[in-house]
């Protein structure tokens, strides 16, 4: 060997020795009790990350503990334990050598959730404003609950949900929505996402692999009857809901409607056609998919009741905290035709086992209590006082707009004069000038595009935020069309 090579070997060894030193260096600050873990965690973490390369030879134990100033048992145990996980190698004589096993830890979780980023303002519909969450009274029932909660109650849960919530939620929903509420056929899943998708696979099952959906709708009804295996048939809506001369000649046996207030159009399904939608289903052997998704939400009158107190043998009714408490509880119920209950409540269980348990106690005990009407008579004060603040905005600022649709849920249907179209061009300028909007046109099917004669339809959601930033937004609105009305 040449006295280059022989350098060079010294080298790379003092080079591995200081980068041991420096990557274990702050574990050595741990207590003496959690020191071994620290070293060992420290040690792992450099192979993870690549700052101990693959091929790299630790110095001996002797030598890299008096560098640290630690025993030399702790480095001994150290790379003991690190070379029967695969992170480091070793054989007699040979020293301890980096193993090539562990790749590089992957990048810190980003969060995907969906936001509109950087707007001034966002009428994207769709979103309560979480922070009405009732946090104080919610805290309180998860205090009691966990005081309160038998020992055994923490296994395995009822795929239906705990007994006691489903209780509580067929008392509710009978006072409130005019359900017929069994509790038996509730199953407690985590929110109408889950309700559908459920759906889904049972309908599969059963051989039905087309389902109708409203047109315009939510774009999330076809998307999980699709990873279900079952394919969506856009059908249009006339003056009083799903037309039904489309919907028979369609041959679909089940269709999913929002008859108390329906997305995005925000009409309300007749009489008459609540009446020729269960004729349907009867005539078919076939069910209606009832979401009700924003049913609570009426501000000029009382809200209309459940289709599915019509007909319970018939309908499969889904609803859920999403627009009443917030989105992220992941809390949601399903009320199911008999012939439907043991297929569904089985899909549940094979898909999670059932909700958590302390999340449903919780919900159980803050509906008993009064703590759910409360929270839902709060939130109906703060919606109508902002629905009112943007239909009063939309008139100040674009003079002849149109707000269709009942008075109710958490968006309205803003149809604006044809001289603010084309609709390409406006929503151009209002995204560009950091207002969040999205087209009746998002919402259907067939995306046709509005023209000068058709003007702009919007779906403004605004119950996410205060009246001074829906007049803000509107206003903005109003500047970027570049043809704002009065006080613009």
């Known amino acids: 060997m040449t006295s280059s090579e022989t350098n060079s070997g010294r080298d790379t060894a003092g080079d ?60 001994t145990e150290a790379y003991e334990q690190l070379t029967a996980e695969g992170y480091l190698r070793s054989g007699r004589g040979a020293g301890t050598w980096v193993g090539g096993a562990a790749r590089a830890a ?3 979780a980003r969060d995907h959730a969906p936001r509109p980023a ?3 303002a966002g ?19 998860q205090r009691a609950v966990l005081t309160e909660l038998p020992h055994d109650e923490l296994g395995y849960p009822d795929p239906r949900g705990l007994p006691r ?13 005019g359900v017929v509420a069994d509790p038996e056929r509730i199953v407690v899943l985590s929110g109408v996402s889950q309700a559908m998708a459920v759906l889904g696979f049972v309908l599969h099952a059963r051989g039905i692999h087309e389902v109708g959906v409203e047109d315009p709708g939510s774009p999330q009804h076809a998307a999980l009857y699709a990873a279900a295996g079952v394919r969506a048939v856009p059908l249009p809506l006339d003056g009083e809901g799903p037309a039904m001369g489309p919907l028979r000649a369609s041959g679909v046996r089940c269709v999913v409607t929002t008859p108390a207030h329906q997305f995005p159009t925000g009409i309300a399904c007749s009489a008459r056609r609540r009446a020729e939608l269960l004729d ?10 009832e979401d009700d998704y924003d049913g609570d939400f009426r501000y000029d009158r009382a809200p ?13 009714y889904a609803g859920s905290v999403s627009k009443s408490l917030a989105p992220g509880l992941r809390l949601g119920w399903l009320l199911v035709p008999q012939a439907l209950a043991g297929e569904v409540v089985e899909r549940k269980r094979t898909m999670d086992l059932g909700h958590p348990t302390l999340d449903q106690a919780v919900f159980a005990r803050f509906v008993e209590r009064g703590d ?29 707009a149109r707000v269709t649709g009942i008075a109710a849920g958490l968006h309205v249907i803003a149809a604006l004069p044809a001289r603010y179209g084309p609709e390409e061009r406006f929503l151009a300028r209002v995204t560009a000038a950091g207002v969040a909007v999205h087209p009746l046109t998002h919402y259907t099917h067939a995306r046709a595009g509005g023209g000068e004669e058709q003007g702009v339809r919007l779906v403004l959601g605004y119950a996410h935020l205060p009246p001074g930033r829906i007049r803000a937004g509107v206003r903005a609105m109003a500047e970027a069309a570049g043809r704002g009305g009065r006080g613009s």
Not at 27 to 55: D, F, I, Q, T
Not at 165 to 177: D, E, G, M, Q, W
């Open 16 to 75: 591995a020795a200081s980068a041991a030193w420096e990557v274990l260096l702050p574990a050595v600050a741990a207590p003496a009790r959690a020191r071994g873990r620290s070293l060992r965690e420290a040690l792992r973490e450099a192979v993870r990350s690549g700052r101990l390369a693959p091929g790299t030879r630790l110095p001996s134990s002797r030598d890299l503990a008096a560098d640290l100033g630690v025993s030399r048992g702790l480095i």
């Open 304 to 316: 209309v009741g459940a289709l599915q107190g019509l007909d319970p043998e018939r309908v499969a």
């Open 372 to 400: 759910y009407d409360r929270q839902l008579r709060r939130c109906q004060r703060a919606y109508r006082e902002r629905r009112d603040t943007l239909v009063s905005a939309l008139d100040e600022h674009f003079p002849g």
């Open 106 to 108: 992957p990048p810190r």
């Open 118 to 120: 950087g707007a001034r």
């Open 280 to 289: 349907w289903a009867r005539s078919v052997d076939g069910f209606v998919l």
């Open 165 to 177: 919530l489903r209780s509580a939620l067929a008392a509710l929903l009978a006072r409130r929505r």
């Open 123 to 141: 009428f994207v519909p769709g979103t309560p404003d979480v922070s009405l969450f009732p946090r104080t009274a919610w805290a309180a029932a």
